[in-house]
């Protein structure tokens, strides 16, 4: 990267500064998403070990000077190693974060911006996951907070979210309807905190590449986790990246995404280039936490896995349920999302570099 480059968030279309105030999803001028391809270069110098979990990397987060740290203690989640397929396979367990799913990184960060604009009431949209996290968070920081999701979501998400105080509304249709709904209701100065739309939570995903640079003394050499938006993904990507750049490491691992073939399209995009979107479908799936027909940040995210020298694979249904069952069999009780990871390692093959590590973004208790 260039010495000159400027870090900081802009339109990814037209290149506009983040707004100093307000906390918009998109950009006001042509309506693309906001991003920072770049995350500052990793100064060990920098970390603040006196804050909690994910927080000890504030300076990389680009929050104001001003923003409150919000933490429920997520952040330094085990690797544990285990025998599979021939190999010792590392296993990052974010099932262990706060809320029971990786999640709480990402909205960590996104709450603690929230706050510093004054935010006070917020909207999100999630089969799930997101939305159980997005509730806790604004429960911790005294934000008022609606989810709307998917009629179809697991029954312990939805129950999760409710308990937590935040206002449910279930959606009939396919997650791109949810989202839709969501749009809708952000009118009348309502802040629509999405995951998938809002950039600083990419920034607390970073801190799981940090974490593992910390844990195994190097980069992995193959990293491979699930992927619906890719936020996760492109986060981790870009959390190597800054590694890169201040020397401590050579190269990124290479990532593996995995998608359910139910609901593929990075995969298929990948794969047959554009004409394989005409192939894709919001089809059911066991994996609902990958469900998403639409990815916000689908260039960037094929992007990263290409830098990486990785590749996108897809896993069919009858496959999910053996490879659930084969985690938990290692101790691991994952929900369905998590365990397309399985039969990926299996079908990579020679193309796996060690160390492999993988990444079990969310909790079986989710899925019972």
């Not at 300076?59 to 000077?65: A, G, K, N």
């Not at 365990?339 to 020679?350: K, Y």
Request: proline share 7%.
């Amino acid at each position: 990267m260039s010495p000159d480059i400027k870090i900081e968030i802009r339109c990814s279309n037209c290149g506009q500064p983040y707004p100093q105030q307000g906390a918009p999803y998109r950009c006001p001028k042509c309506t693309a998403h906001f991003d920072a391809p770049y995350l500052p270069a990793f100064d060990v110098d920098a970390l603040e070990s006196g804050l909690p979990g994910i927080w000890r990397y504030r300076r990389s987060f680009m929050l104001p000077e001003q923003a409150s740290v919000v933490s429920l203690g997520e952040g330094n989640t085990p690797l544990i190693w285990r025998q599979a397929f021939g190999r010792q396979v590392g296993f990052k367990l974010e099932f262990l974060n706060p809320t029971g799913s990786y999640k709480d990184r990402g909205t960590a960060v996104l709450m603690s911006f929230l706050l510093a604009r004054g935010v006070q009431r917020a909207v999100e949209d999630s089969s799930g996951n997101a939305g159980a996290s997005f509730a806790a968070y604004a429960a911790a920081a005294g934000l008022q907070g609606s989810v709307y999701a998917p009629d179809y979501a697991s029954g312990p998400k939805l129950a999760q979210i409710a308990a937590y105080g935040a206002e449910v509304r279930l959606v009939k249709g396919t997650r791109s309807q949810t989202t839709q709904a969501a749009l809708k209701a952000i009118k009348h100065e309502v802040a629509y905190a999405s995951h998938a739309f809002m950039p600083f939570g990419l920034a607390g995903y970073a801190t799981l590449a940090y974490e593992l640079f910390q844990q195994i003394g190097q980069a992995p050499g193959t990293l491979a986790l699930p992927v619906g938006q890719g936020g996760l993904l492109l986060g981790i990507g870009r959390g190597f990246e800054a590694l890169q750049r201040s020397g401590l490491i050579e190269r990124l691992p290479r990532i593996i995404g995995v998608q359910a073939l139910a609901c593929a399209p990075l995969w298929a995009l990948d794969r047959y280039g554009p004409d394989g979107l005409s192939m894709v479908s919001e089809g059911q799936t066991l994996a609902e936490g990958v469900r998403v027909r639409h990815p916000v940040r689908g260039d960037a995210v094929l992007q990263m896995v290409r830098r990486s020298g990785g590749l996108l694979t897809a896993v069919d249904e009858p496959d999910i349920p053996p490879a659930h069952q084969a985690l938990a069999h290692l101790g691991l009780f994952v929900e369905p999302t998590s365990a397309i990871v399985w039969r990926a390692l299996e079908q990579a093959g020679e193309l796996l570099v060690d160390p492999v590590v993988v990444v079990l973004t969310g909790s079986g208790l989710k899925a019972v």
